[in-house]
């Protein structure tokens, strides 16, 4: 069964300072996402890893995919408020497989 | 604009009632999908679809039922058997080929309450 961890579960930063959100999954997988969620909202499609080494960025985040050691890693710049929000990574279980399994989620809040 | 729409926004669901909760998309996506979300946690699938007239169960099926007569159209159906159906519920859907396959895009979610 494929587990995903998160962590950690709730991040308080200041504005300005960097950090590092880390996801963890426990089999192979060939396909990684990471998602933002406002509180009451829906979920936003942030970044999609395909291959080891991928590396994407937008803005303050970046995302980077290492499949060997089946680690993602969402880390962010000089972060300001906006950035506040849940995210989430989410892994298929393997090639074909259509069912997604998520973390737990990332509650970051950025303070003034 | 091409999106997903998901009603009501609220509903409101007695006990032993049935209710179906609304999925429509015109992405011309493939597959669609049913997660539920409670407070604090990550989504967990529900059911799944990757064509018409054709489902999967997710990892939390149980008390709850699916249909897909049309490609557009996924609704979900909350029975009485569903203990603690308190959620939010959230519909997506991807497409099943070209690259990147399968990334999933969500619908704004119905939050259910049972009274």
């Known amino acids: 069964e494929l587990k995903v961890e998160q962590n950690p579960l709730f991040l308080s930063m200041q504005e300005g300072k960097n950090y590092t959100i880390y996801c963890n999954y426990s089999?192979?997988?060939?396909?990684l996402y990471w998602y933002r969620q406002d509180p009451g909202k829906s979920l936003e499609s942030l970044f999609v890893l395909l291959s080891n080494g991928a590396v994407k960025q937008e803005g303050r985040l970046m995302a980077s995919l290492d499949t060997k050691a089946r680690l993602s890693t969402l880390h962010i710049t000089a972060a300001v408020h906006d950035l506040s929000a849940t995210y989430f990574c989410?892994?298929?279980?393997?090639?074909?497989?259509?069912?997604?399994?998520f973390g737990k989620g990332t509650k970051l809040s950025v303070i003034p | 604009d091409g999106g997903i729409t998901q009603s009501p926004k609220y509903l409101f669901r007695k006990e032993g009632q049935n209710v179906t909760l609304s999925c429509e998309q015109n992405?011309?996506?493939?597959?669609m999908y049913w997660y539920r979300q409670d407070p604090g946690q990550g989504l967990r699938l529900i059911y799944y679809?990757?064509?018409?007239?054709?489902?999967q169960k997710g990892d939390i099926a149980e008390g709850y039922s699916v249909s897909r007569e049309k490609k557009e159209s996924f609704p979900l159906t909350v029975t009485s058997a569903q203990k603690n159906p308190t959620a939010f519920y959230l519909c997506a859907s991807s497409r099943t080929s070209g690259t990147p396959y399968n990334e999933q895009f969500f619908g704004p979610g119905t939050r259910l309450t049972v009274l």
């Open positions: 679809s990757q064509i018409v007239n054709d489902f």
């Open positions: 989410a892994v298929y279980s393997g090639a074909g497989s259509y069912q997604l399994t």
């Open positions: 089999t192979t997988s060939d396909r």
């Open positions: 992405l011309n996506h493939d597959a």
